[in-house]
């Protein structure tokens, strides 16, 4: 084989190589960001259903006003996502946080994802912690 030959394989495997590695990573990267959209749907719907039970009257199932006798729904107990588990801040009936750690690492790479949301009286706030 000449020496032209051997410098266009040499290219060529040099290239592949260079493109499988960024696929490897673009492909990491997308799967922990879809981890985290999944993660924060899940608990967009968990507390907009809190916020509901909230909001509700207690002669129609509600909770009137107070957060400390909701049940989170079997469906977010049994995610294949992420674990969801409520998180007991002084136990106010006015606000209500869940804990939600997913399956792909967070930003530390070392980490799982880590989610916490909260609803108060006034509104929603979500945290990222990892």
Known sequence: MGSQQ??????????????????????????????RDAIMSELSQLIFSARAYYKKSTMLGGGGGNYRTFKMPDAFRNSTTCTIER???????????FLATGNAKGVDGVNSISIEVAAYASGIKFFQLN
């Open 6 to 35: 051997l410098l266009i394989l040499f290219f060529v495997t040099l290239t592949a190589a260079i493109a499988l590695v960024v696929g490897i990573f673009l492909f990491e990267s997308s799967d922990k960001q879809a981890n």
């Open 87 to 97: 998180i007991k801040k002084n136990h106010a009936k006015s606000h209500i946080h």
